[in-house]
C-alpha cells in the first residue's frame, strides 16, 4: 500500500465545505480544530494535512469515492479525470462514445460554452486545491514543524502546479494566495502572462530550498525542475515570448540530477505495481483499498474496457464501463506512420503499438459513439507486471504525470527549436533510448525533426494529460492544419476555430466574480 495515501484516512476534519468556486476562495475550513491549534498542538499532523493536499489532484473527496471536496458530481469531477477529459478526449487520440452532454463536446471538438459541466469541475478543482494551500501556507508562518522550509516548498509546488493547470486550460482567474486568504472583496482578474510570472517566480524561488528526495508521491527539486520545464515549453502560447532556451536548463537539472532511468519495460509504467518504477518523476497515487476514486486511474482502466469484446479479468478490473477508444490518429503514428489496418498494426514491432485491443473493433472510427468502432487502449492496466493480482472494481495504478521519457522528449524538442544548452547529438541519444526500449527500432539524426518529436510523443505519451497542449504548442491544435477523425464533429474531421484554443470561463465563475471576463470567441 502506497503510504501517503494512507496519511489521507481520518483527515475529513479539515475538508473545506465549498457551494462555488470563486466566491468561496475567502472562506476557511469549517473543522473541530483549527489548523494552527492543531499544528501546535501536533506538528508532526503536518504530514497528514500535505498528504490531503496532495490527493485532492487524485481523489474526489475524504470519504470514499461518493465523497466529494466541491459540490459537484463526486464521480466526474476529479482533478485527474479533467486533466484526461480536457487533454487528451479534446486531441486527436482518444474519443469517448457515452454521449454525456458536455463530455460529448469535448470529444468532438465542438460547441464549447461556458456552461459545460467538464469546464466547471476542472475550474473548481483549481480553486479548491489553491485556497486549501494558501489557508496551510499562512498557518505555518505562526507555527514550527521539522522541516519547515521543505514543507512550505511543498505546499507552493502544489498550488503552483493547480495554478499550471488553469494557465493552460482557461488562460485567466484571480491570483489568491496566503496573502489576500481570507479577503472579503473579489479578487482581480488576473492575466495569463501575471499568472505565469507567478508560478515562475513560486518554482525558482523554491528550487533551492526543497529536498532532492521527498519519498515517492511527493514533490522535490527535480519535480519542481520538471514542472517549471513545462512552464518554459508553452510560454510562447501562454505569453508570446519562446522560452525555450530555459526549458531546456530546467529538464537538463531534472535529466542530469534526478537519478531516474528508464524502465526497462514500456508497460511496468501502466500496470498495478508501478510504483516501484525508476523512471517515474511525480505520480498520482492510486490505491484500490485505502484511496477509491471514479476520477483516478480508474476513470482510465475501467473506462477502456468492456466485457462486449473483452475478458476485462486481463485487465485487473472487475467493472467494465465501455467509454473510451483511440482513434487511427494514435495508431496509426506507429511504424513511420505505415500503420492502415489491423495487420499492419500488429505486424509493427513496436511494443507500444500492441497496446491496444483490436478484436471485434473496427480500424476506422466512422462512429465515435460504437464501441466497436476504433480500438481501446489498454496502454494503462490494473493488473501487476511482477506477480500476481486480484481485480477489483477501482484501481492501483499510479498516474505517472511526470516520467523522465517525458523529459527525454522535451530537452529533444528544445534541442531542435534552438535553444544552446541542449545538443541534437544527445537529443538523438535520448530519443533512441525511448524507441529502443519499445523495440521500435533507432532513427538517425536526419530523421529527427520536429515534425517527428509531435508524432513520438503521441506514441510514447497519449492518455497521460499532454496531448492537447502539445497540438496548441505545435500549431496543430485549431485550424485545418491537422484534422483528425470527429474534429470539429464530422467523420473525417475539419477546421475548429482558434478561439478554442482556450477553454471558456464556467459561468458559475464569471456569476461569482463581476470581476472576471469570458474568454474572446464565447
Request: charged letters at 20%; one cysteine or more; proline letters at 4%.
Amino acid at each position: 500500500m502506497k503510504k501517503i495515501i494512507v496519511l489521507v484516512l481520518g483527515l475529513s476534519l479539515l475538508t473545506t465545505t465549498f457551494s462555488g468556486c470563486i466566491s468561496d476562495l475567502d472562506t476557511k475550513p469549517q473543522v473541530e480544530l483549527t489548523l494552527e491549534d492543531l499544528l501546535s498542538q501536533d506538528p508532526n499532523a503536518v504530514t497528514g494535512i500535505l498528504s490531503r493536499l496532495y490527493a485532492s489532484f487524485a481523489l474526489s473527496g475524504p470519504n470514499g469515492p461518493g465523497s466529494s471536496d466541491i459540490d459537484d458530481n463526486a464521480g466526474e469531477s476529479p482533478f485527474l479525470r479533467g486533466i484526461i477529459n480536457l487533454q487528451d478526449f479534446t486531441a486527436d487520440g482518444m474519443k469517448n462514445r457515452w454521449g454525456d452532454d458536455g463530455l460529448d463536446q469535448l470529444t468532438t471538438t465542438s460547441n464549447w460554452d461556458e456552461n459545460n459541466k467538464f469546464f466547471r469541475y476542472l475550474y473548481n478543482r483549481i480553486y479548491y486545491t489553491v485556497p486549501q494551500a494558501n489557508n496551510l501556507l499562512a498557518v505555518l508562518k505562526n507555527v514550527s514543524v521539522d522541516g519547515q522550509d521543505n514543507v512550505l516548498s511543498e505546499v507552493r509546488f502544489l498550488r503552483a502546479l493547480a495554478y499550471y493547470y488553469l494557465i493552460d486550460t482557461f488562460g485567466k482567474g484571480v491570483l489568491a494566495t496566503e496573502d489576500n486568504f481570507g479577503s472579503s472583496a473579489p479578487l482581480p482578474q488576473a492575466t495569463r502572462q501575471e499568472l505565469f510570472n507567478f508560478v515562475e517566480s513560486e518554482l525558482t524561488a523554491i528550487e533551492p530550498l526543497i529536498n532532492n528526495n521527498n519519498g515517492y508521491g511527493r514533490a522535490n527539486k527535480h519535480v519542481v525542475n520538471m514542472l517549471l520545464a513545462k512552464l518554459y515549453l508553452n510560454a510562447e502560447v501562454y505569453t508570446g515570448t519562446a522560452q525555450y532556451e530555459k526549458a531546456a536548463a530546467a529538464i537538463k537539472k531534472v535529466i542530469d540530477n534526478g537519478g531516474y532511468t528508464l524502465a526497462t519495460n514500456f508497460v511496468s509504467l501502466f500496470s498495478g505495481d508501478n510504483e516501484t518504477s525508476p523512471e517515474i518523476i511525480f505520480p498520482l497515487i492510486a490505491d484500490a483499498l485505502s484511496s477509491q476514486s471514479f476520477g483516478n486511474t480508474t476513470y482510465i482502466v475501467n473506462g477502456s474496457v468492456s466485457t462486449e469484446t473483452m475478458n476485462i479479468a486481463d485487465f485487473g478490473t472487475s467493472d467494465g464501463w465501455s467509454g473510451h477508444r483511440a482513434s487511427p490518429s494514435w495508431y496509426g503514428k506507429f511504424c513511420n506512420n505505415g500503420v492502415n489496418n489491423v495487420t499492419d498494426l500488429m505486424n509493427c514491432p513496436d511494443d507500444r503499438a500492441k497496446l491496444f485491443w483490436t478484436q471485434g473493433h473496427n480500424f476506422v472510427m466512422t462512429d465515435y459513439k460504437q464501441w466497436t468502432d476504433g480500438f481501446p487502449s489498454i496502454k494503462f492496466r490494473n493488473t501487476n507486471f511482477s506477480g500476481s493480482s486480484t481485480s477489483t472494481p477501482f484501481s492501483s495504478t499510479d498516474f505517472p504525470l511526470f516520467r523522465l521519457a517525458d523529459a527525454y522528449l522535451m530537452y529533444a524538442e528544445c534541442a531542435l527549436r534552438g535553444a544552446t544548452s541542449a545538443d541534437v547529438a544527445t537529443a538523438l541519444n535520448y530519443v533512441n533510448a525511448i524507441r529502443s526500449r519499445s523495440k521500435a527500432g533507432a532513427i538517425t539524426q536526419s530523421q529527427l525533426t520536429l515534425d517527428f518529436i509531435i508524432d513520438e510523443r503521441a506514441r510514447e505519451l497519449n492518455l497521460e494529460g499532454h496531448r492537447r497542449s502539445d497540438l496548441i504548442r505545435f500549431g496543430r491544435f485549431t485550424g485545418s492544419t491537422y484534422i483528425w477523425p470527429w474534429k470539429g464533429n464530422t467523420v473525417n474531421g475539419t477546421s475548429i476555430p482558434s478561439t478554442y484554443k482556450l477553454f471558456p470561463i464556467p459561468l458559475t465563475a464569471l456569476g461569482a466574480n463581476p470581476n472576471l471576463t469570458q474568454n474572446p470567441g464565447y
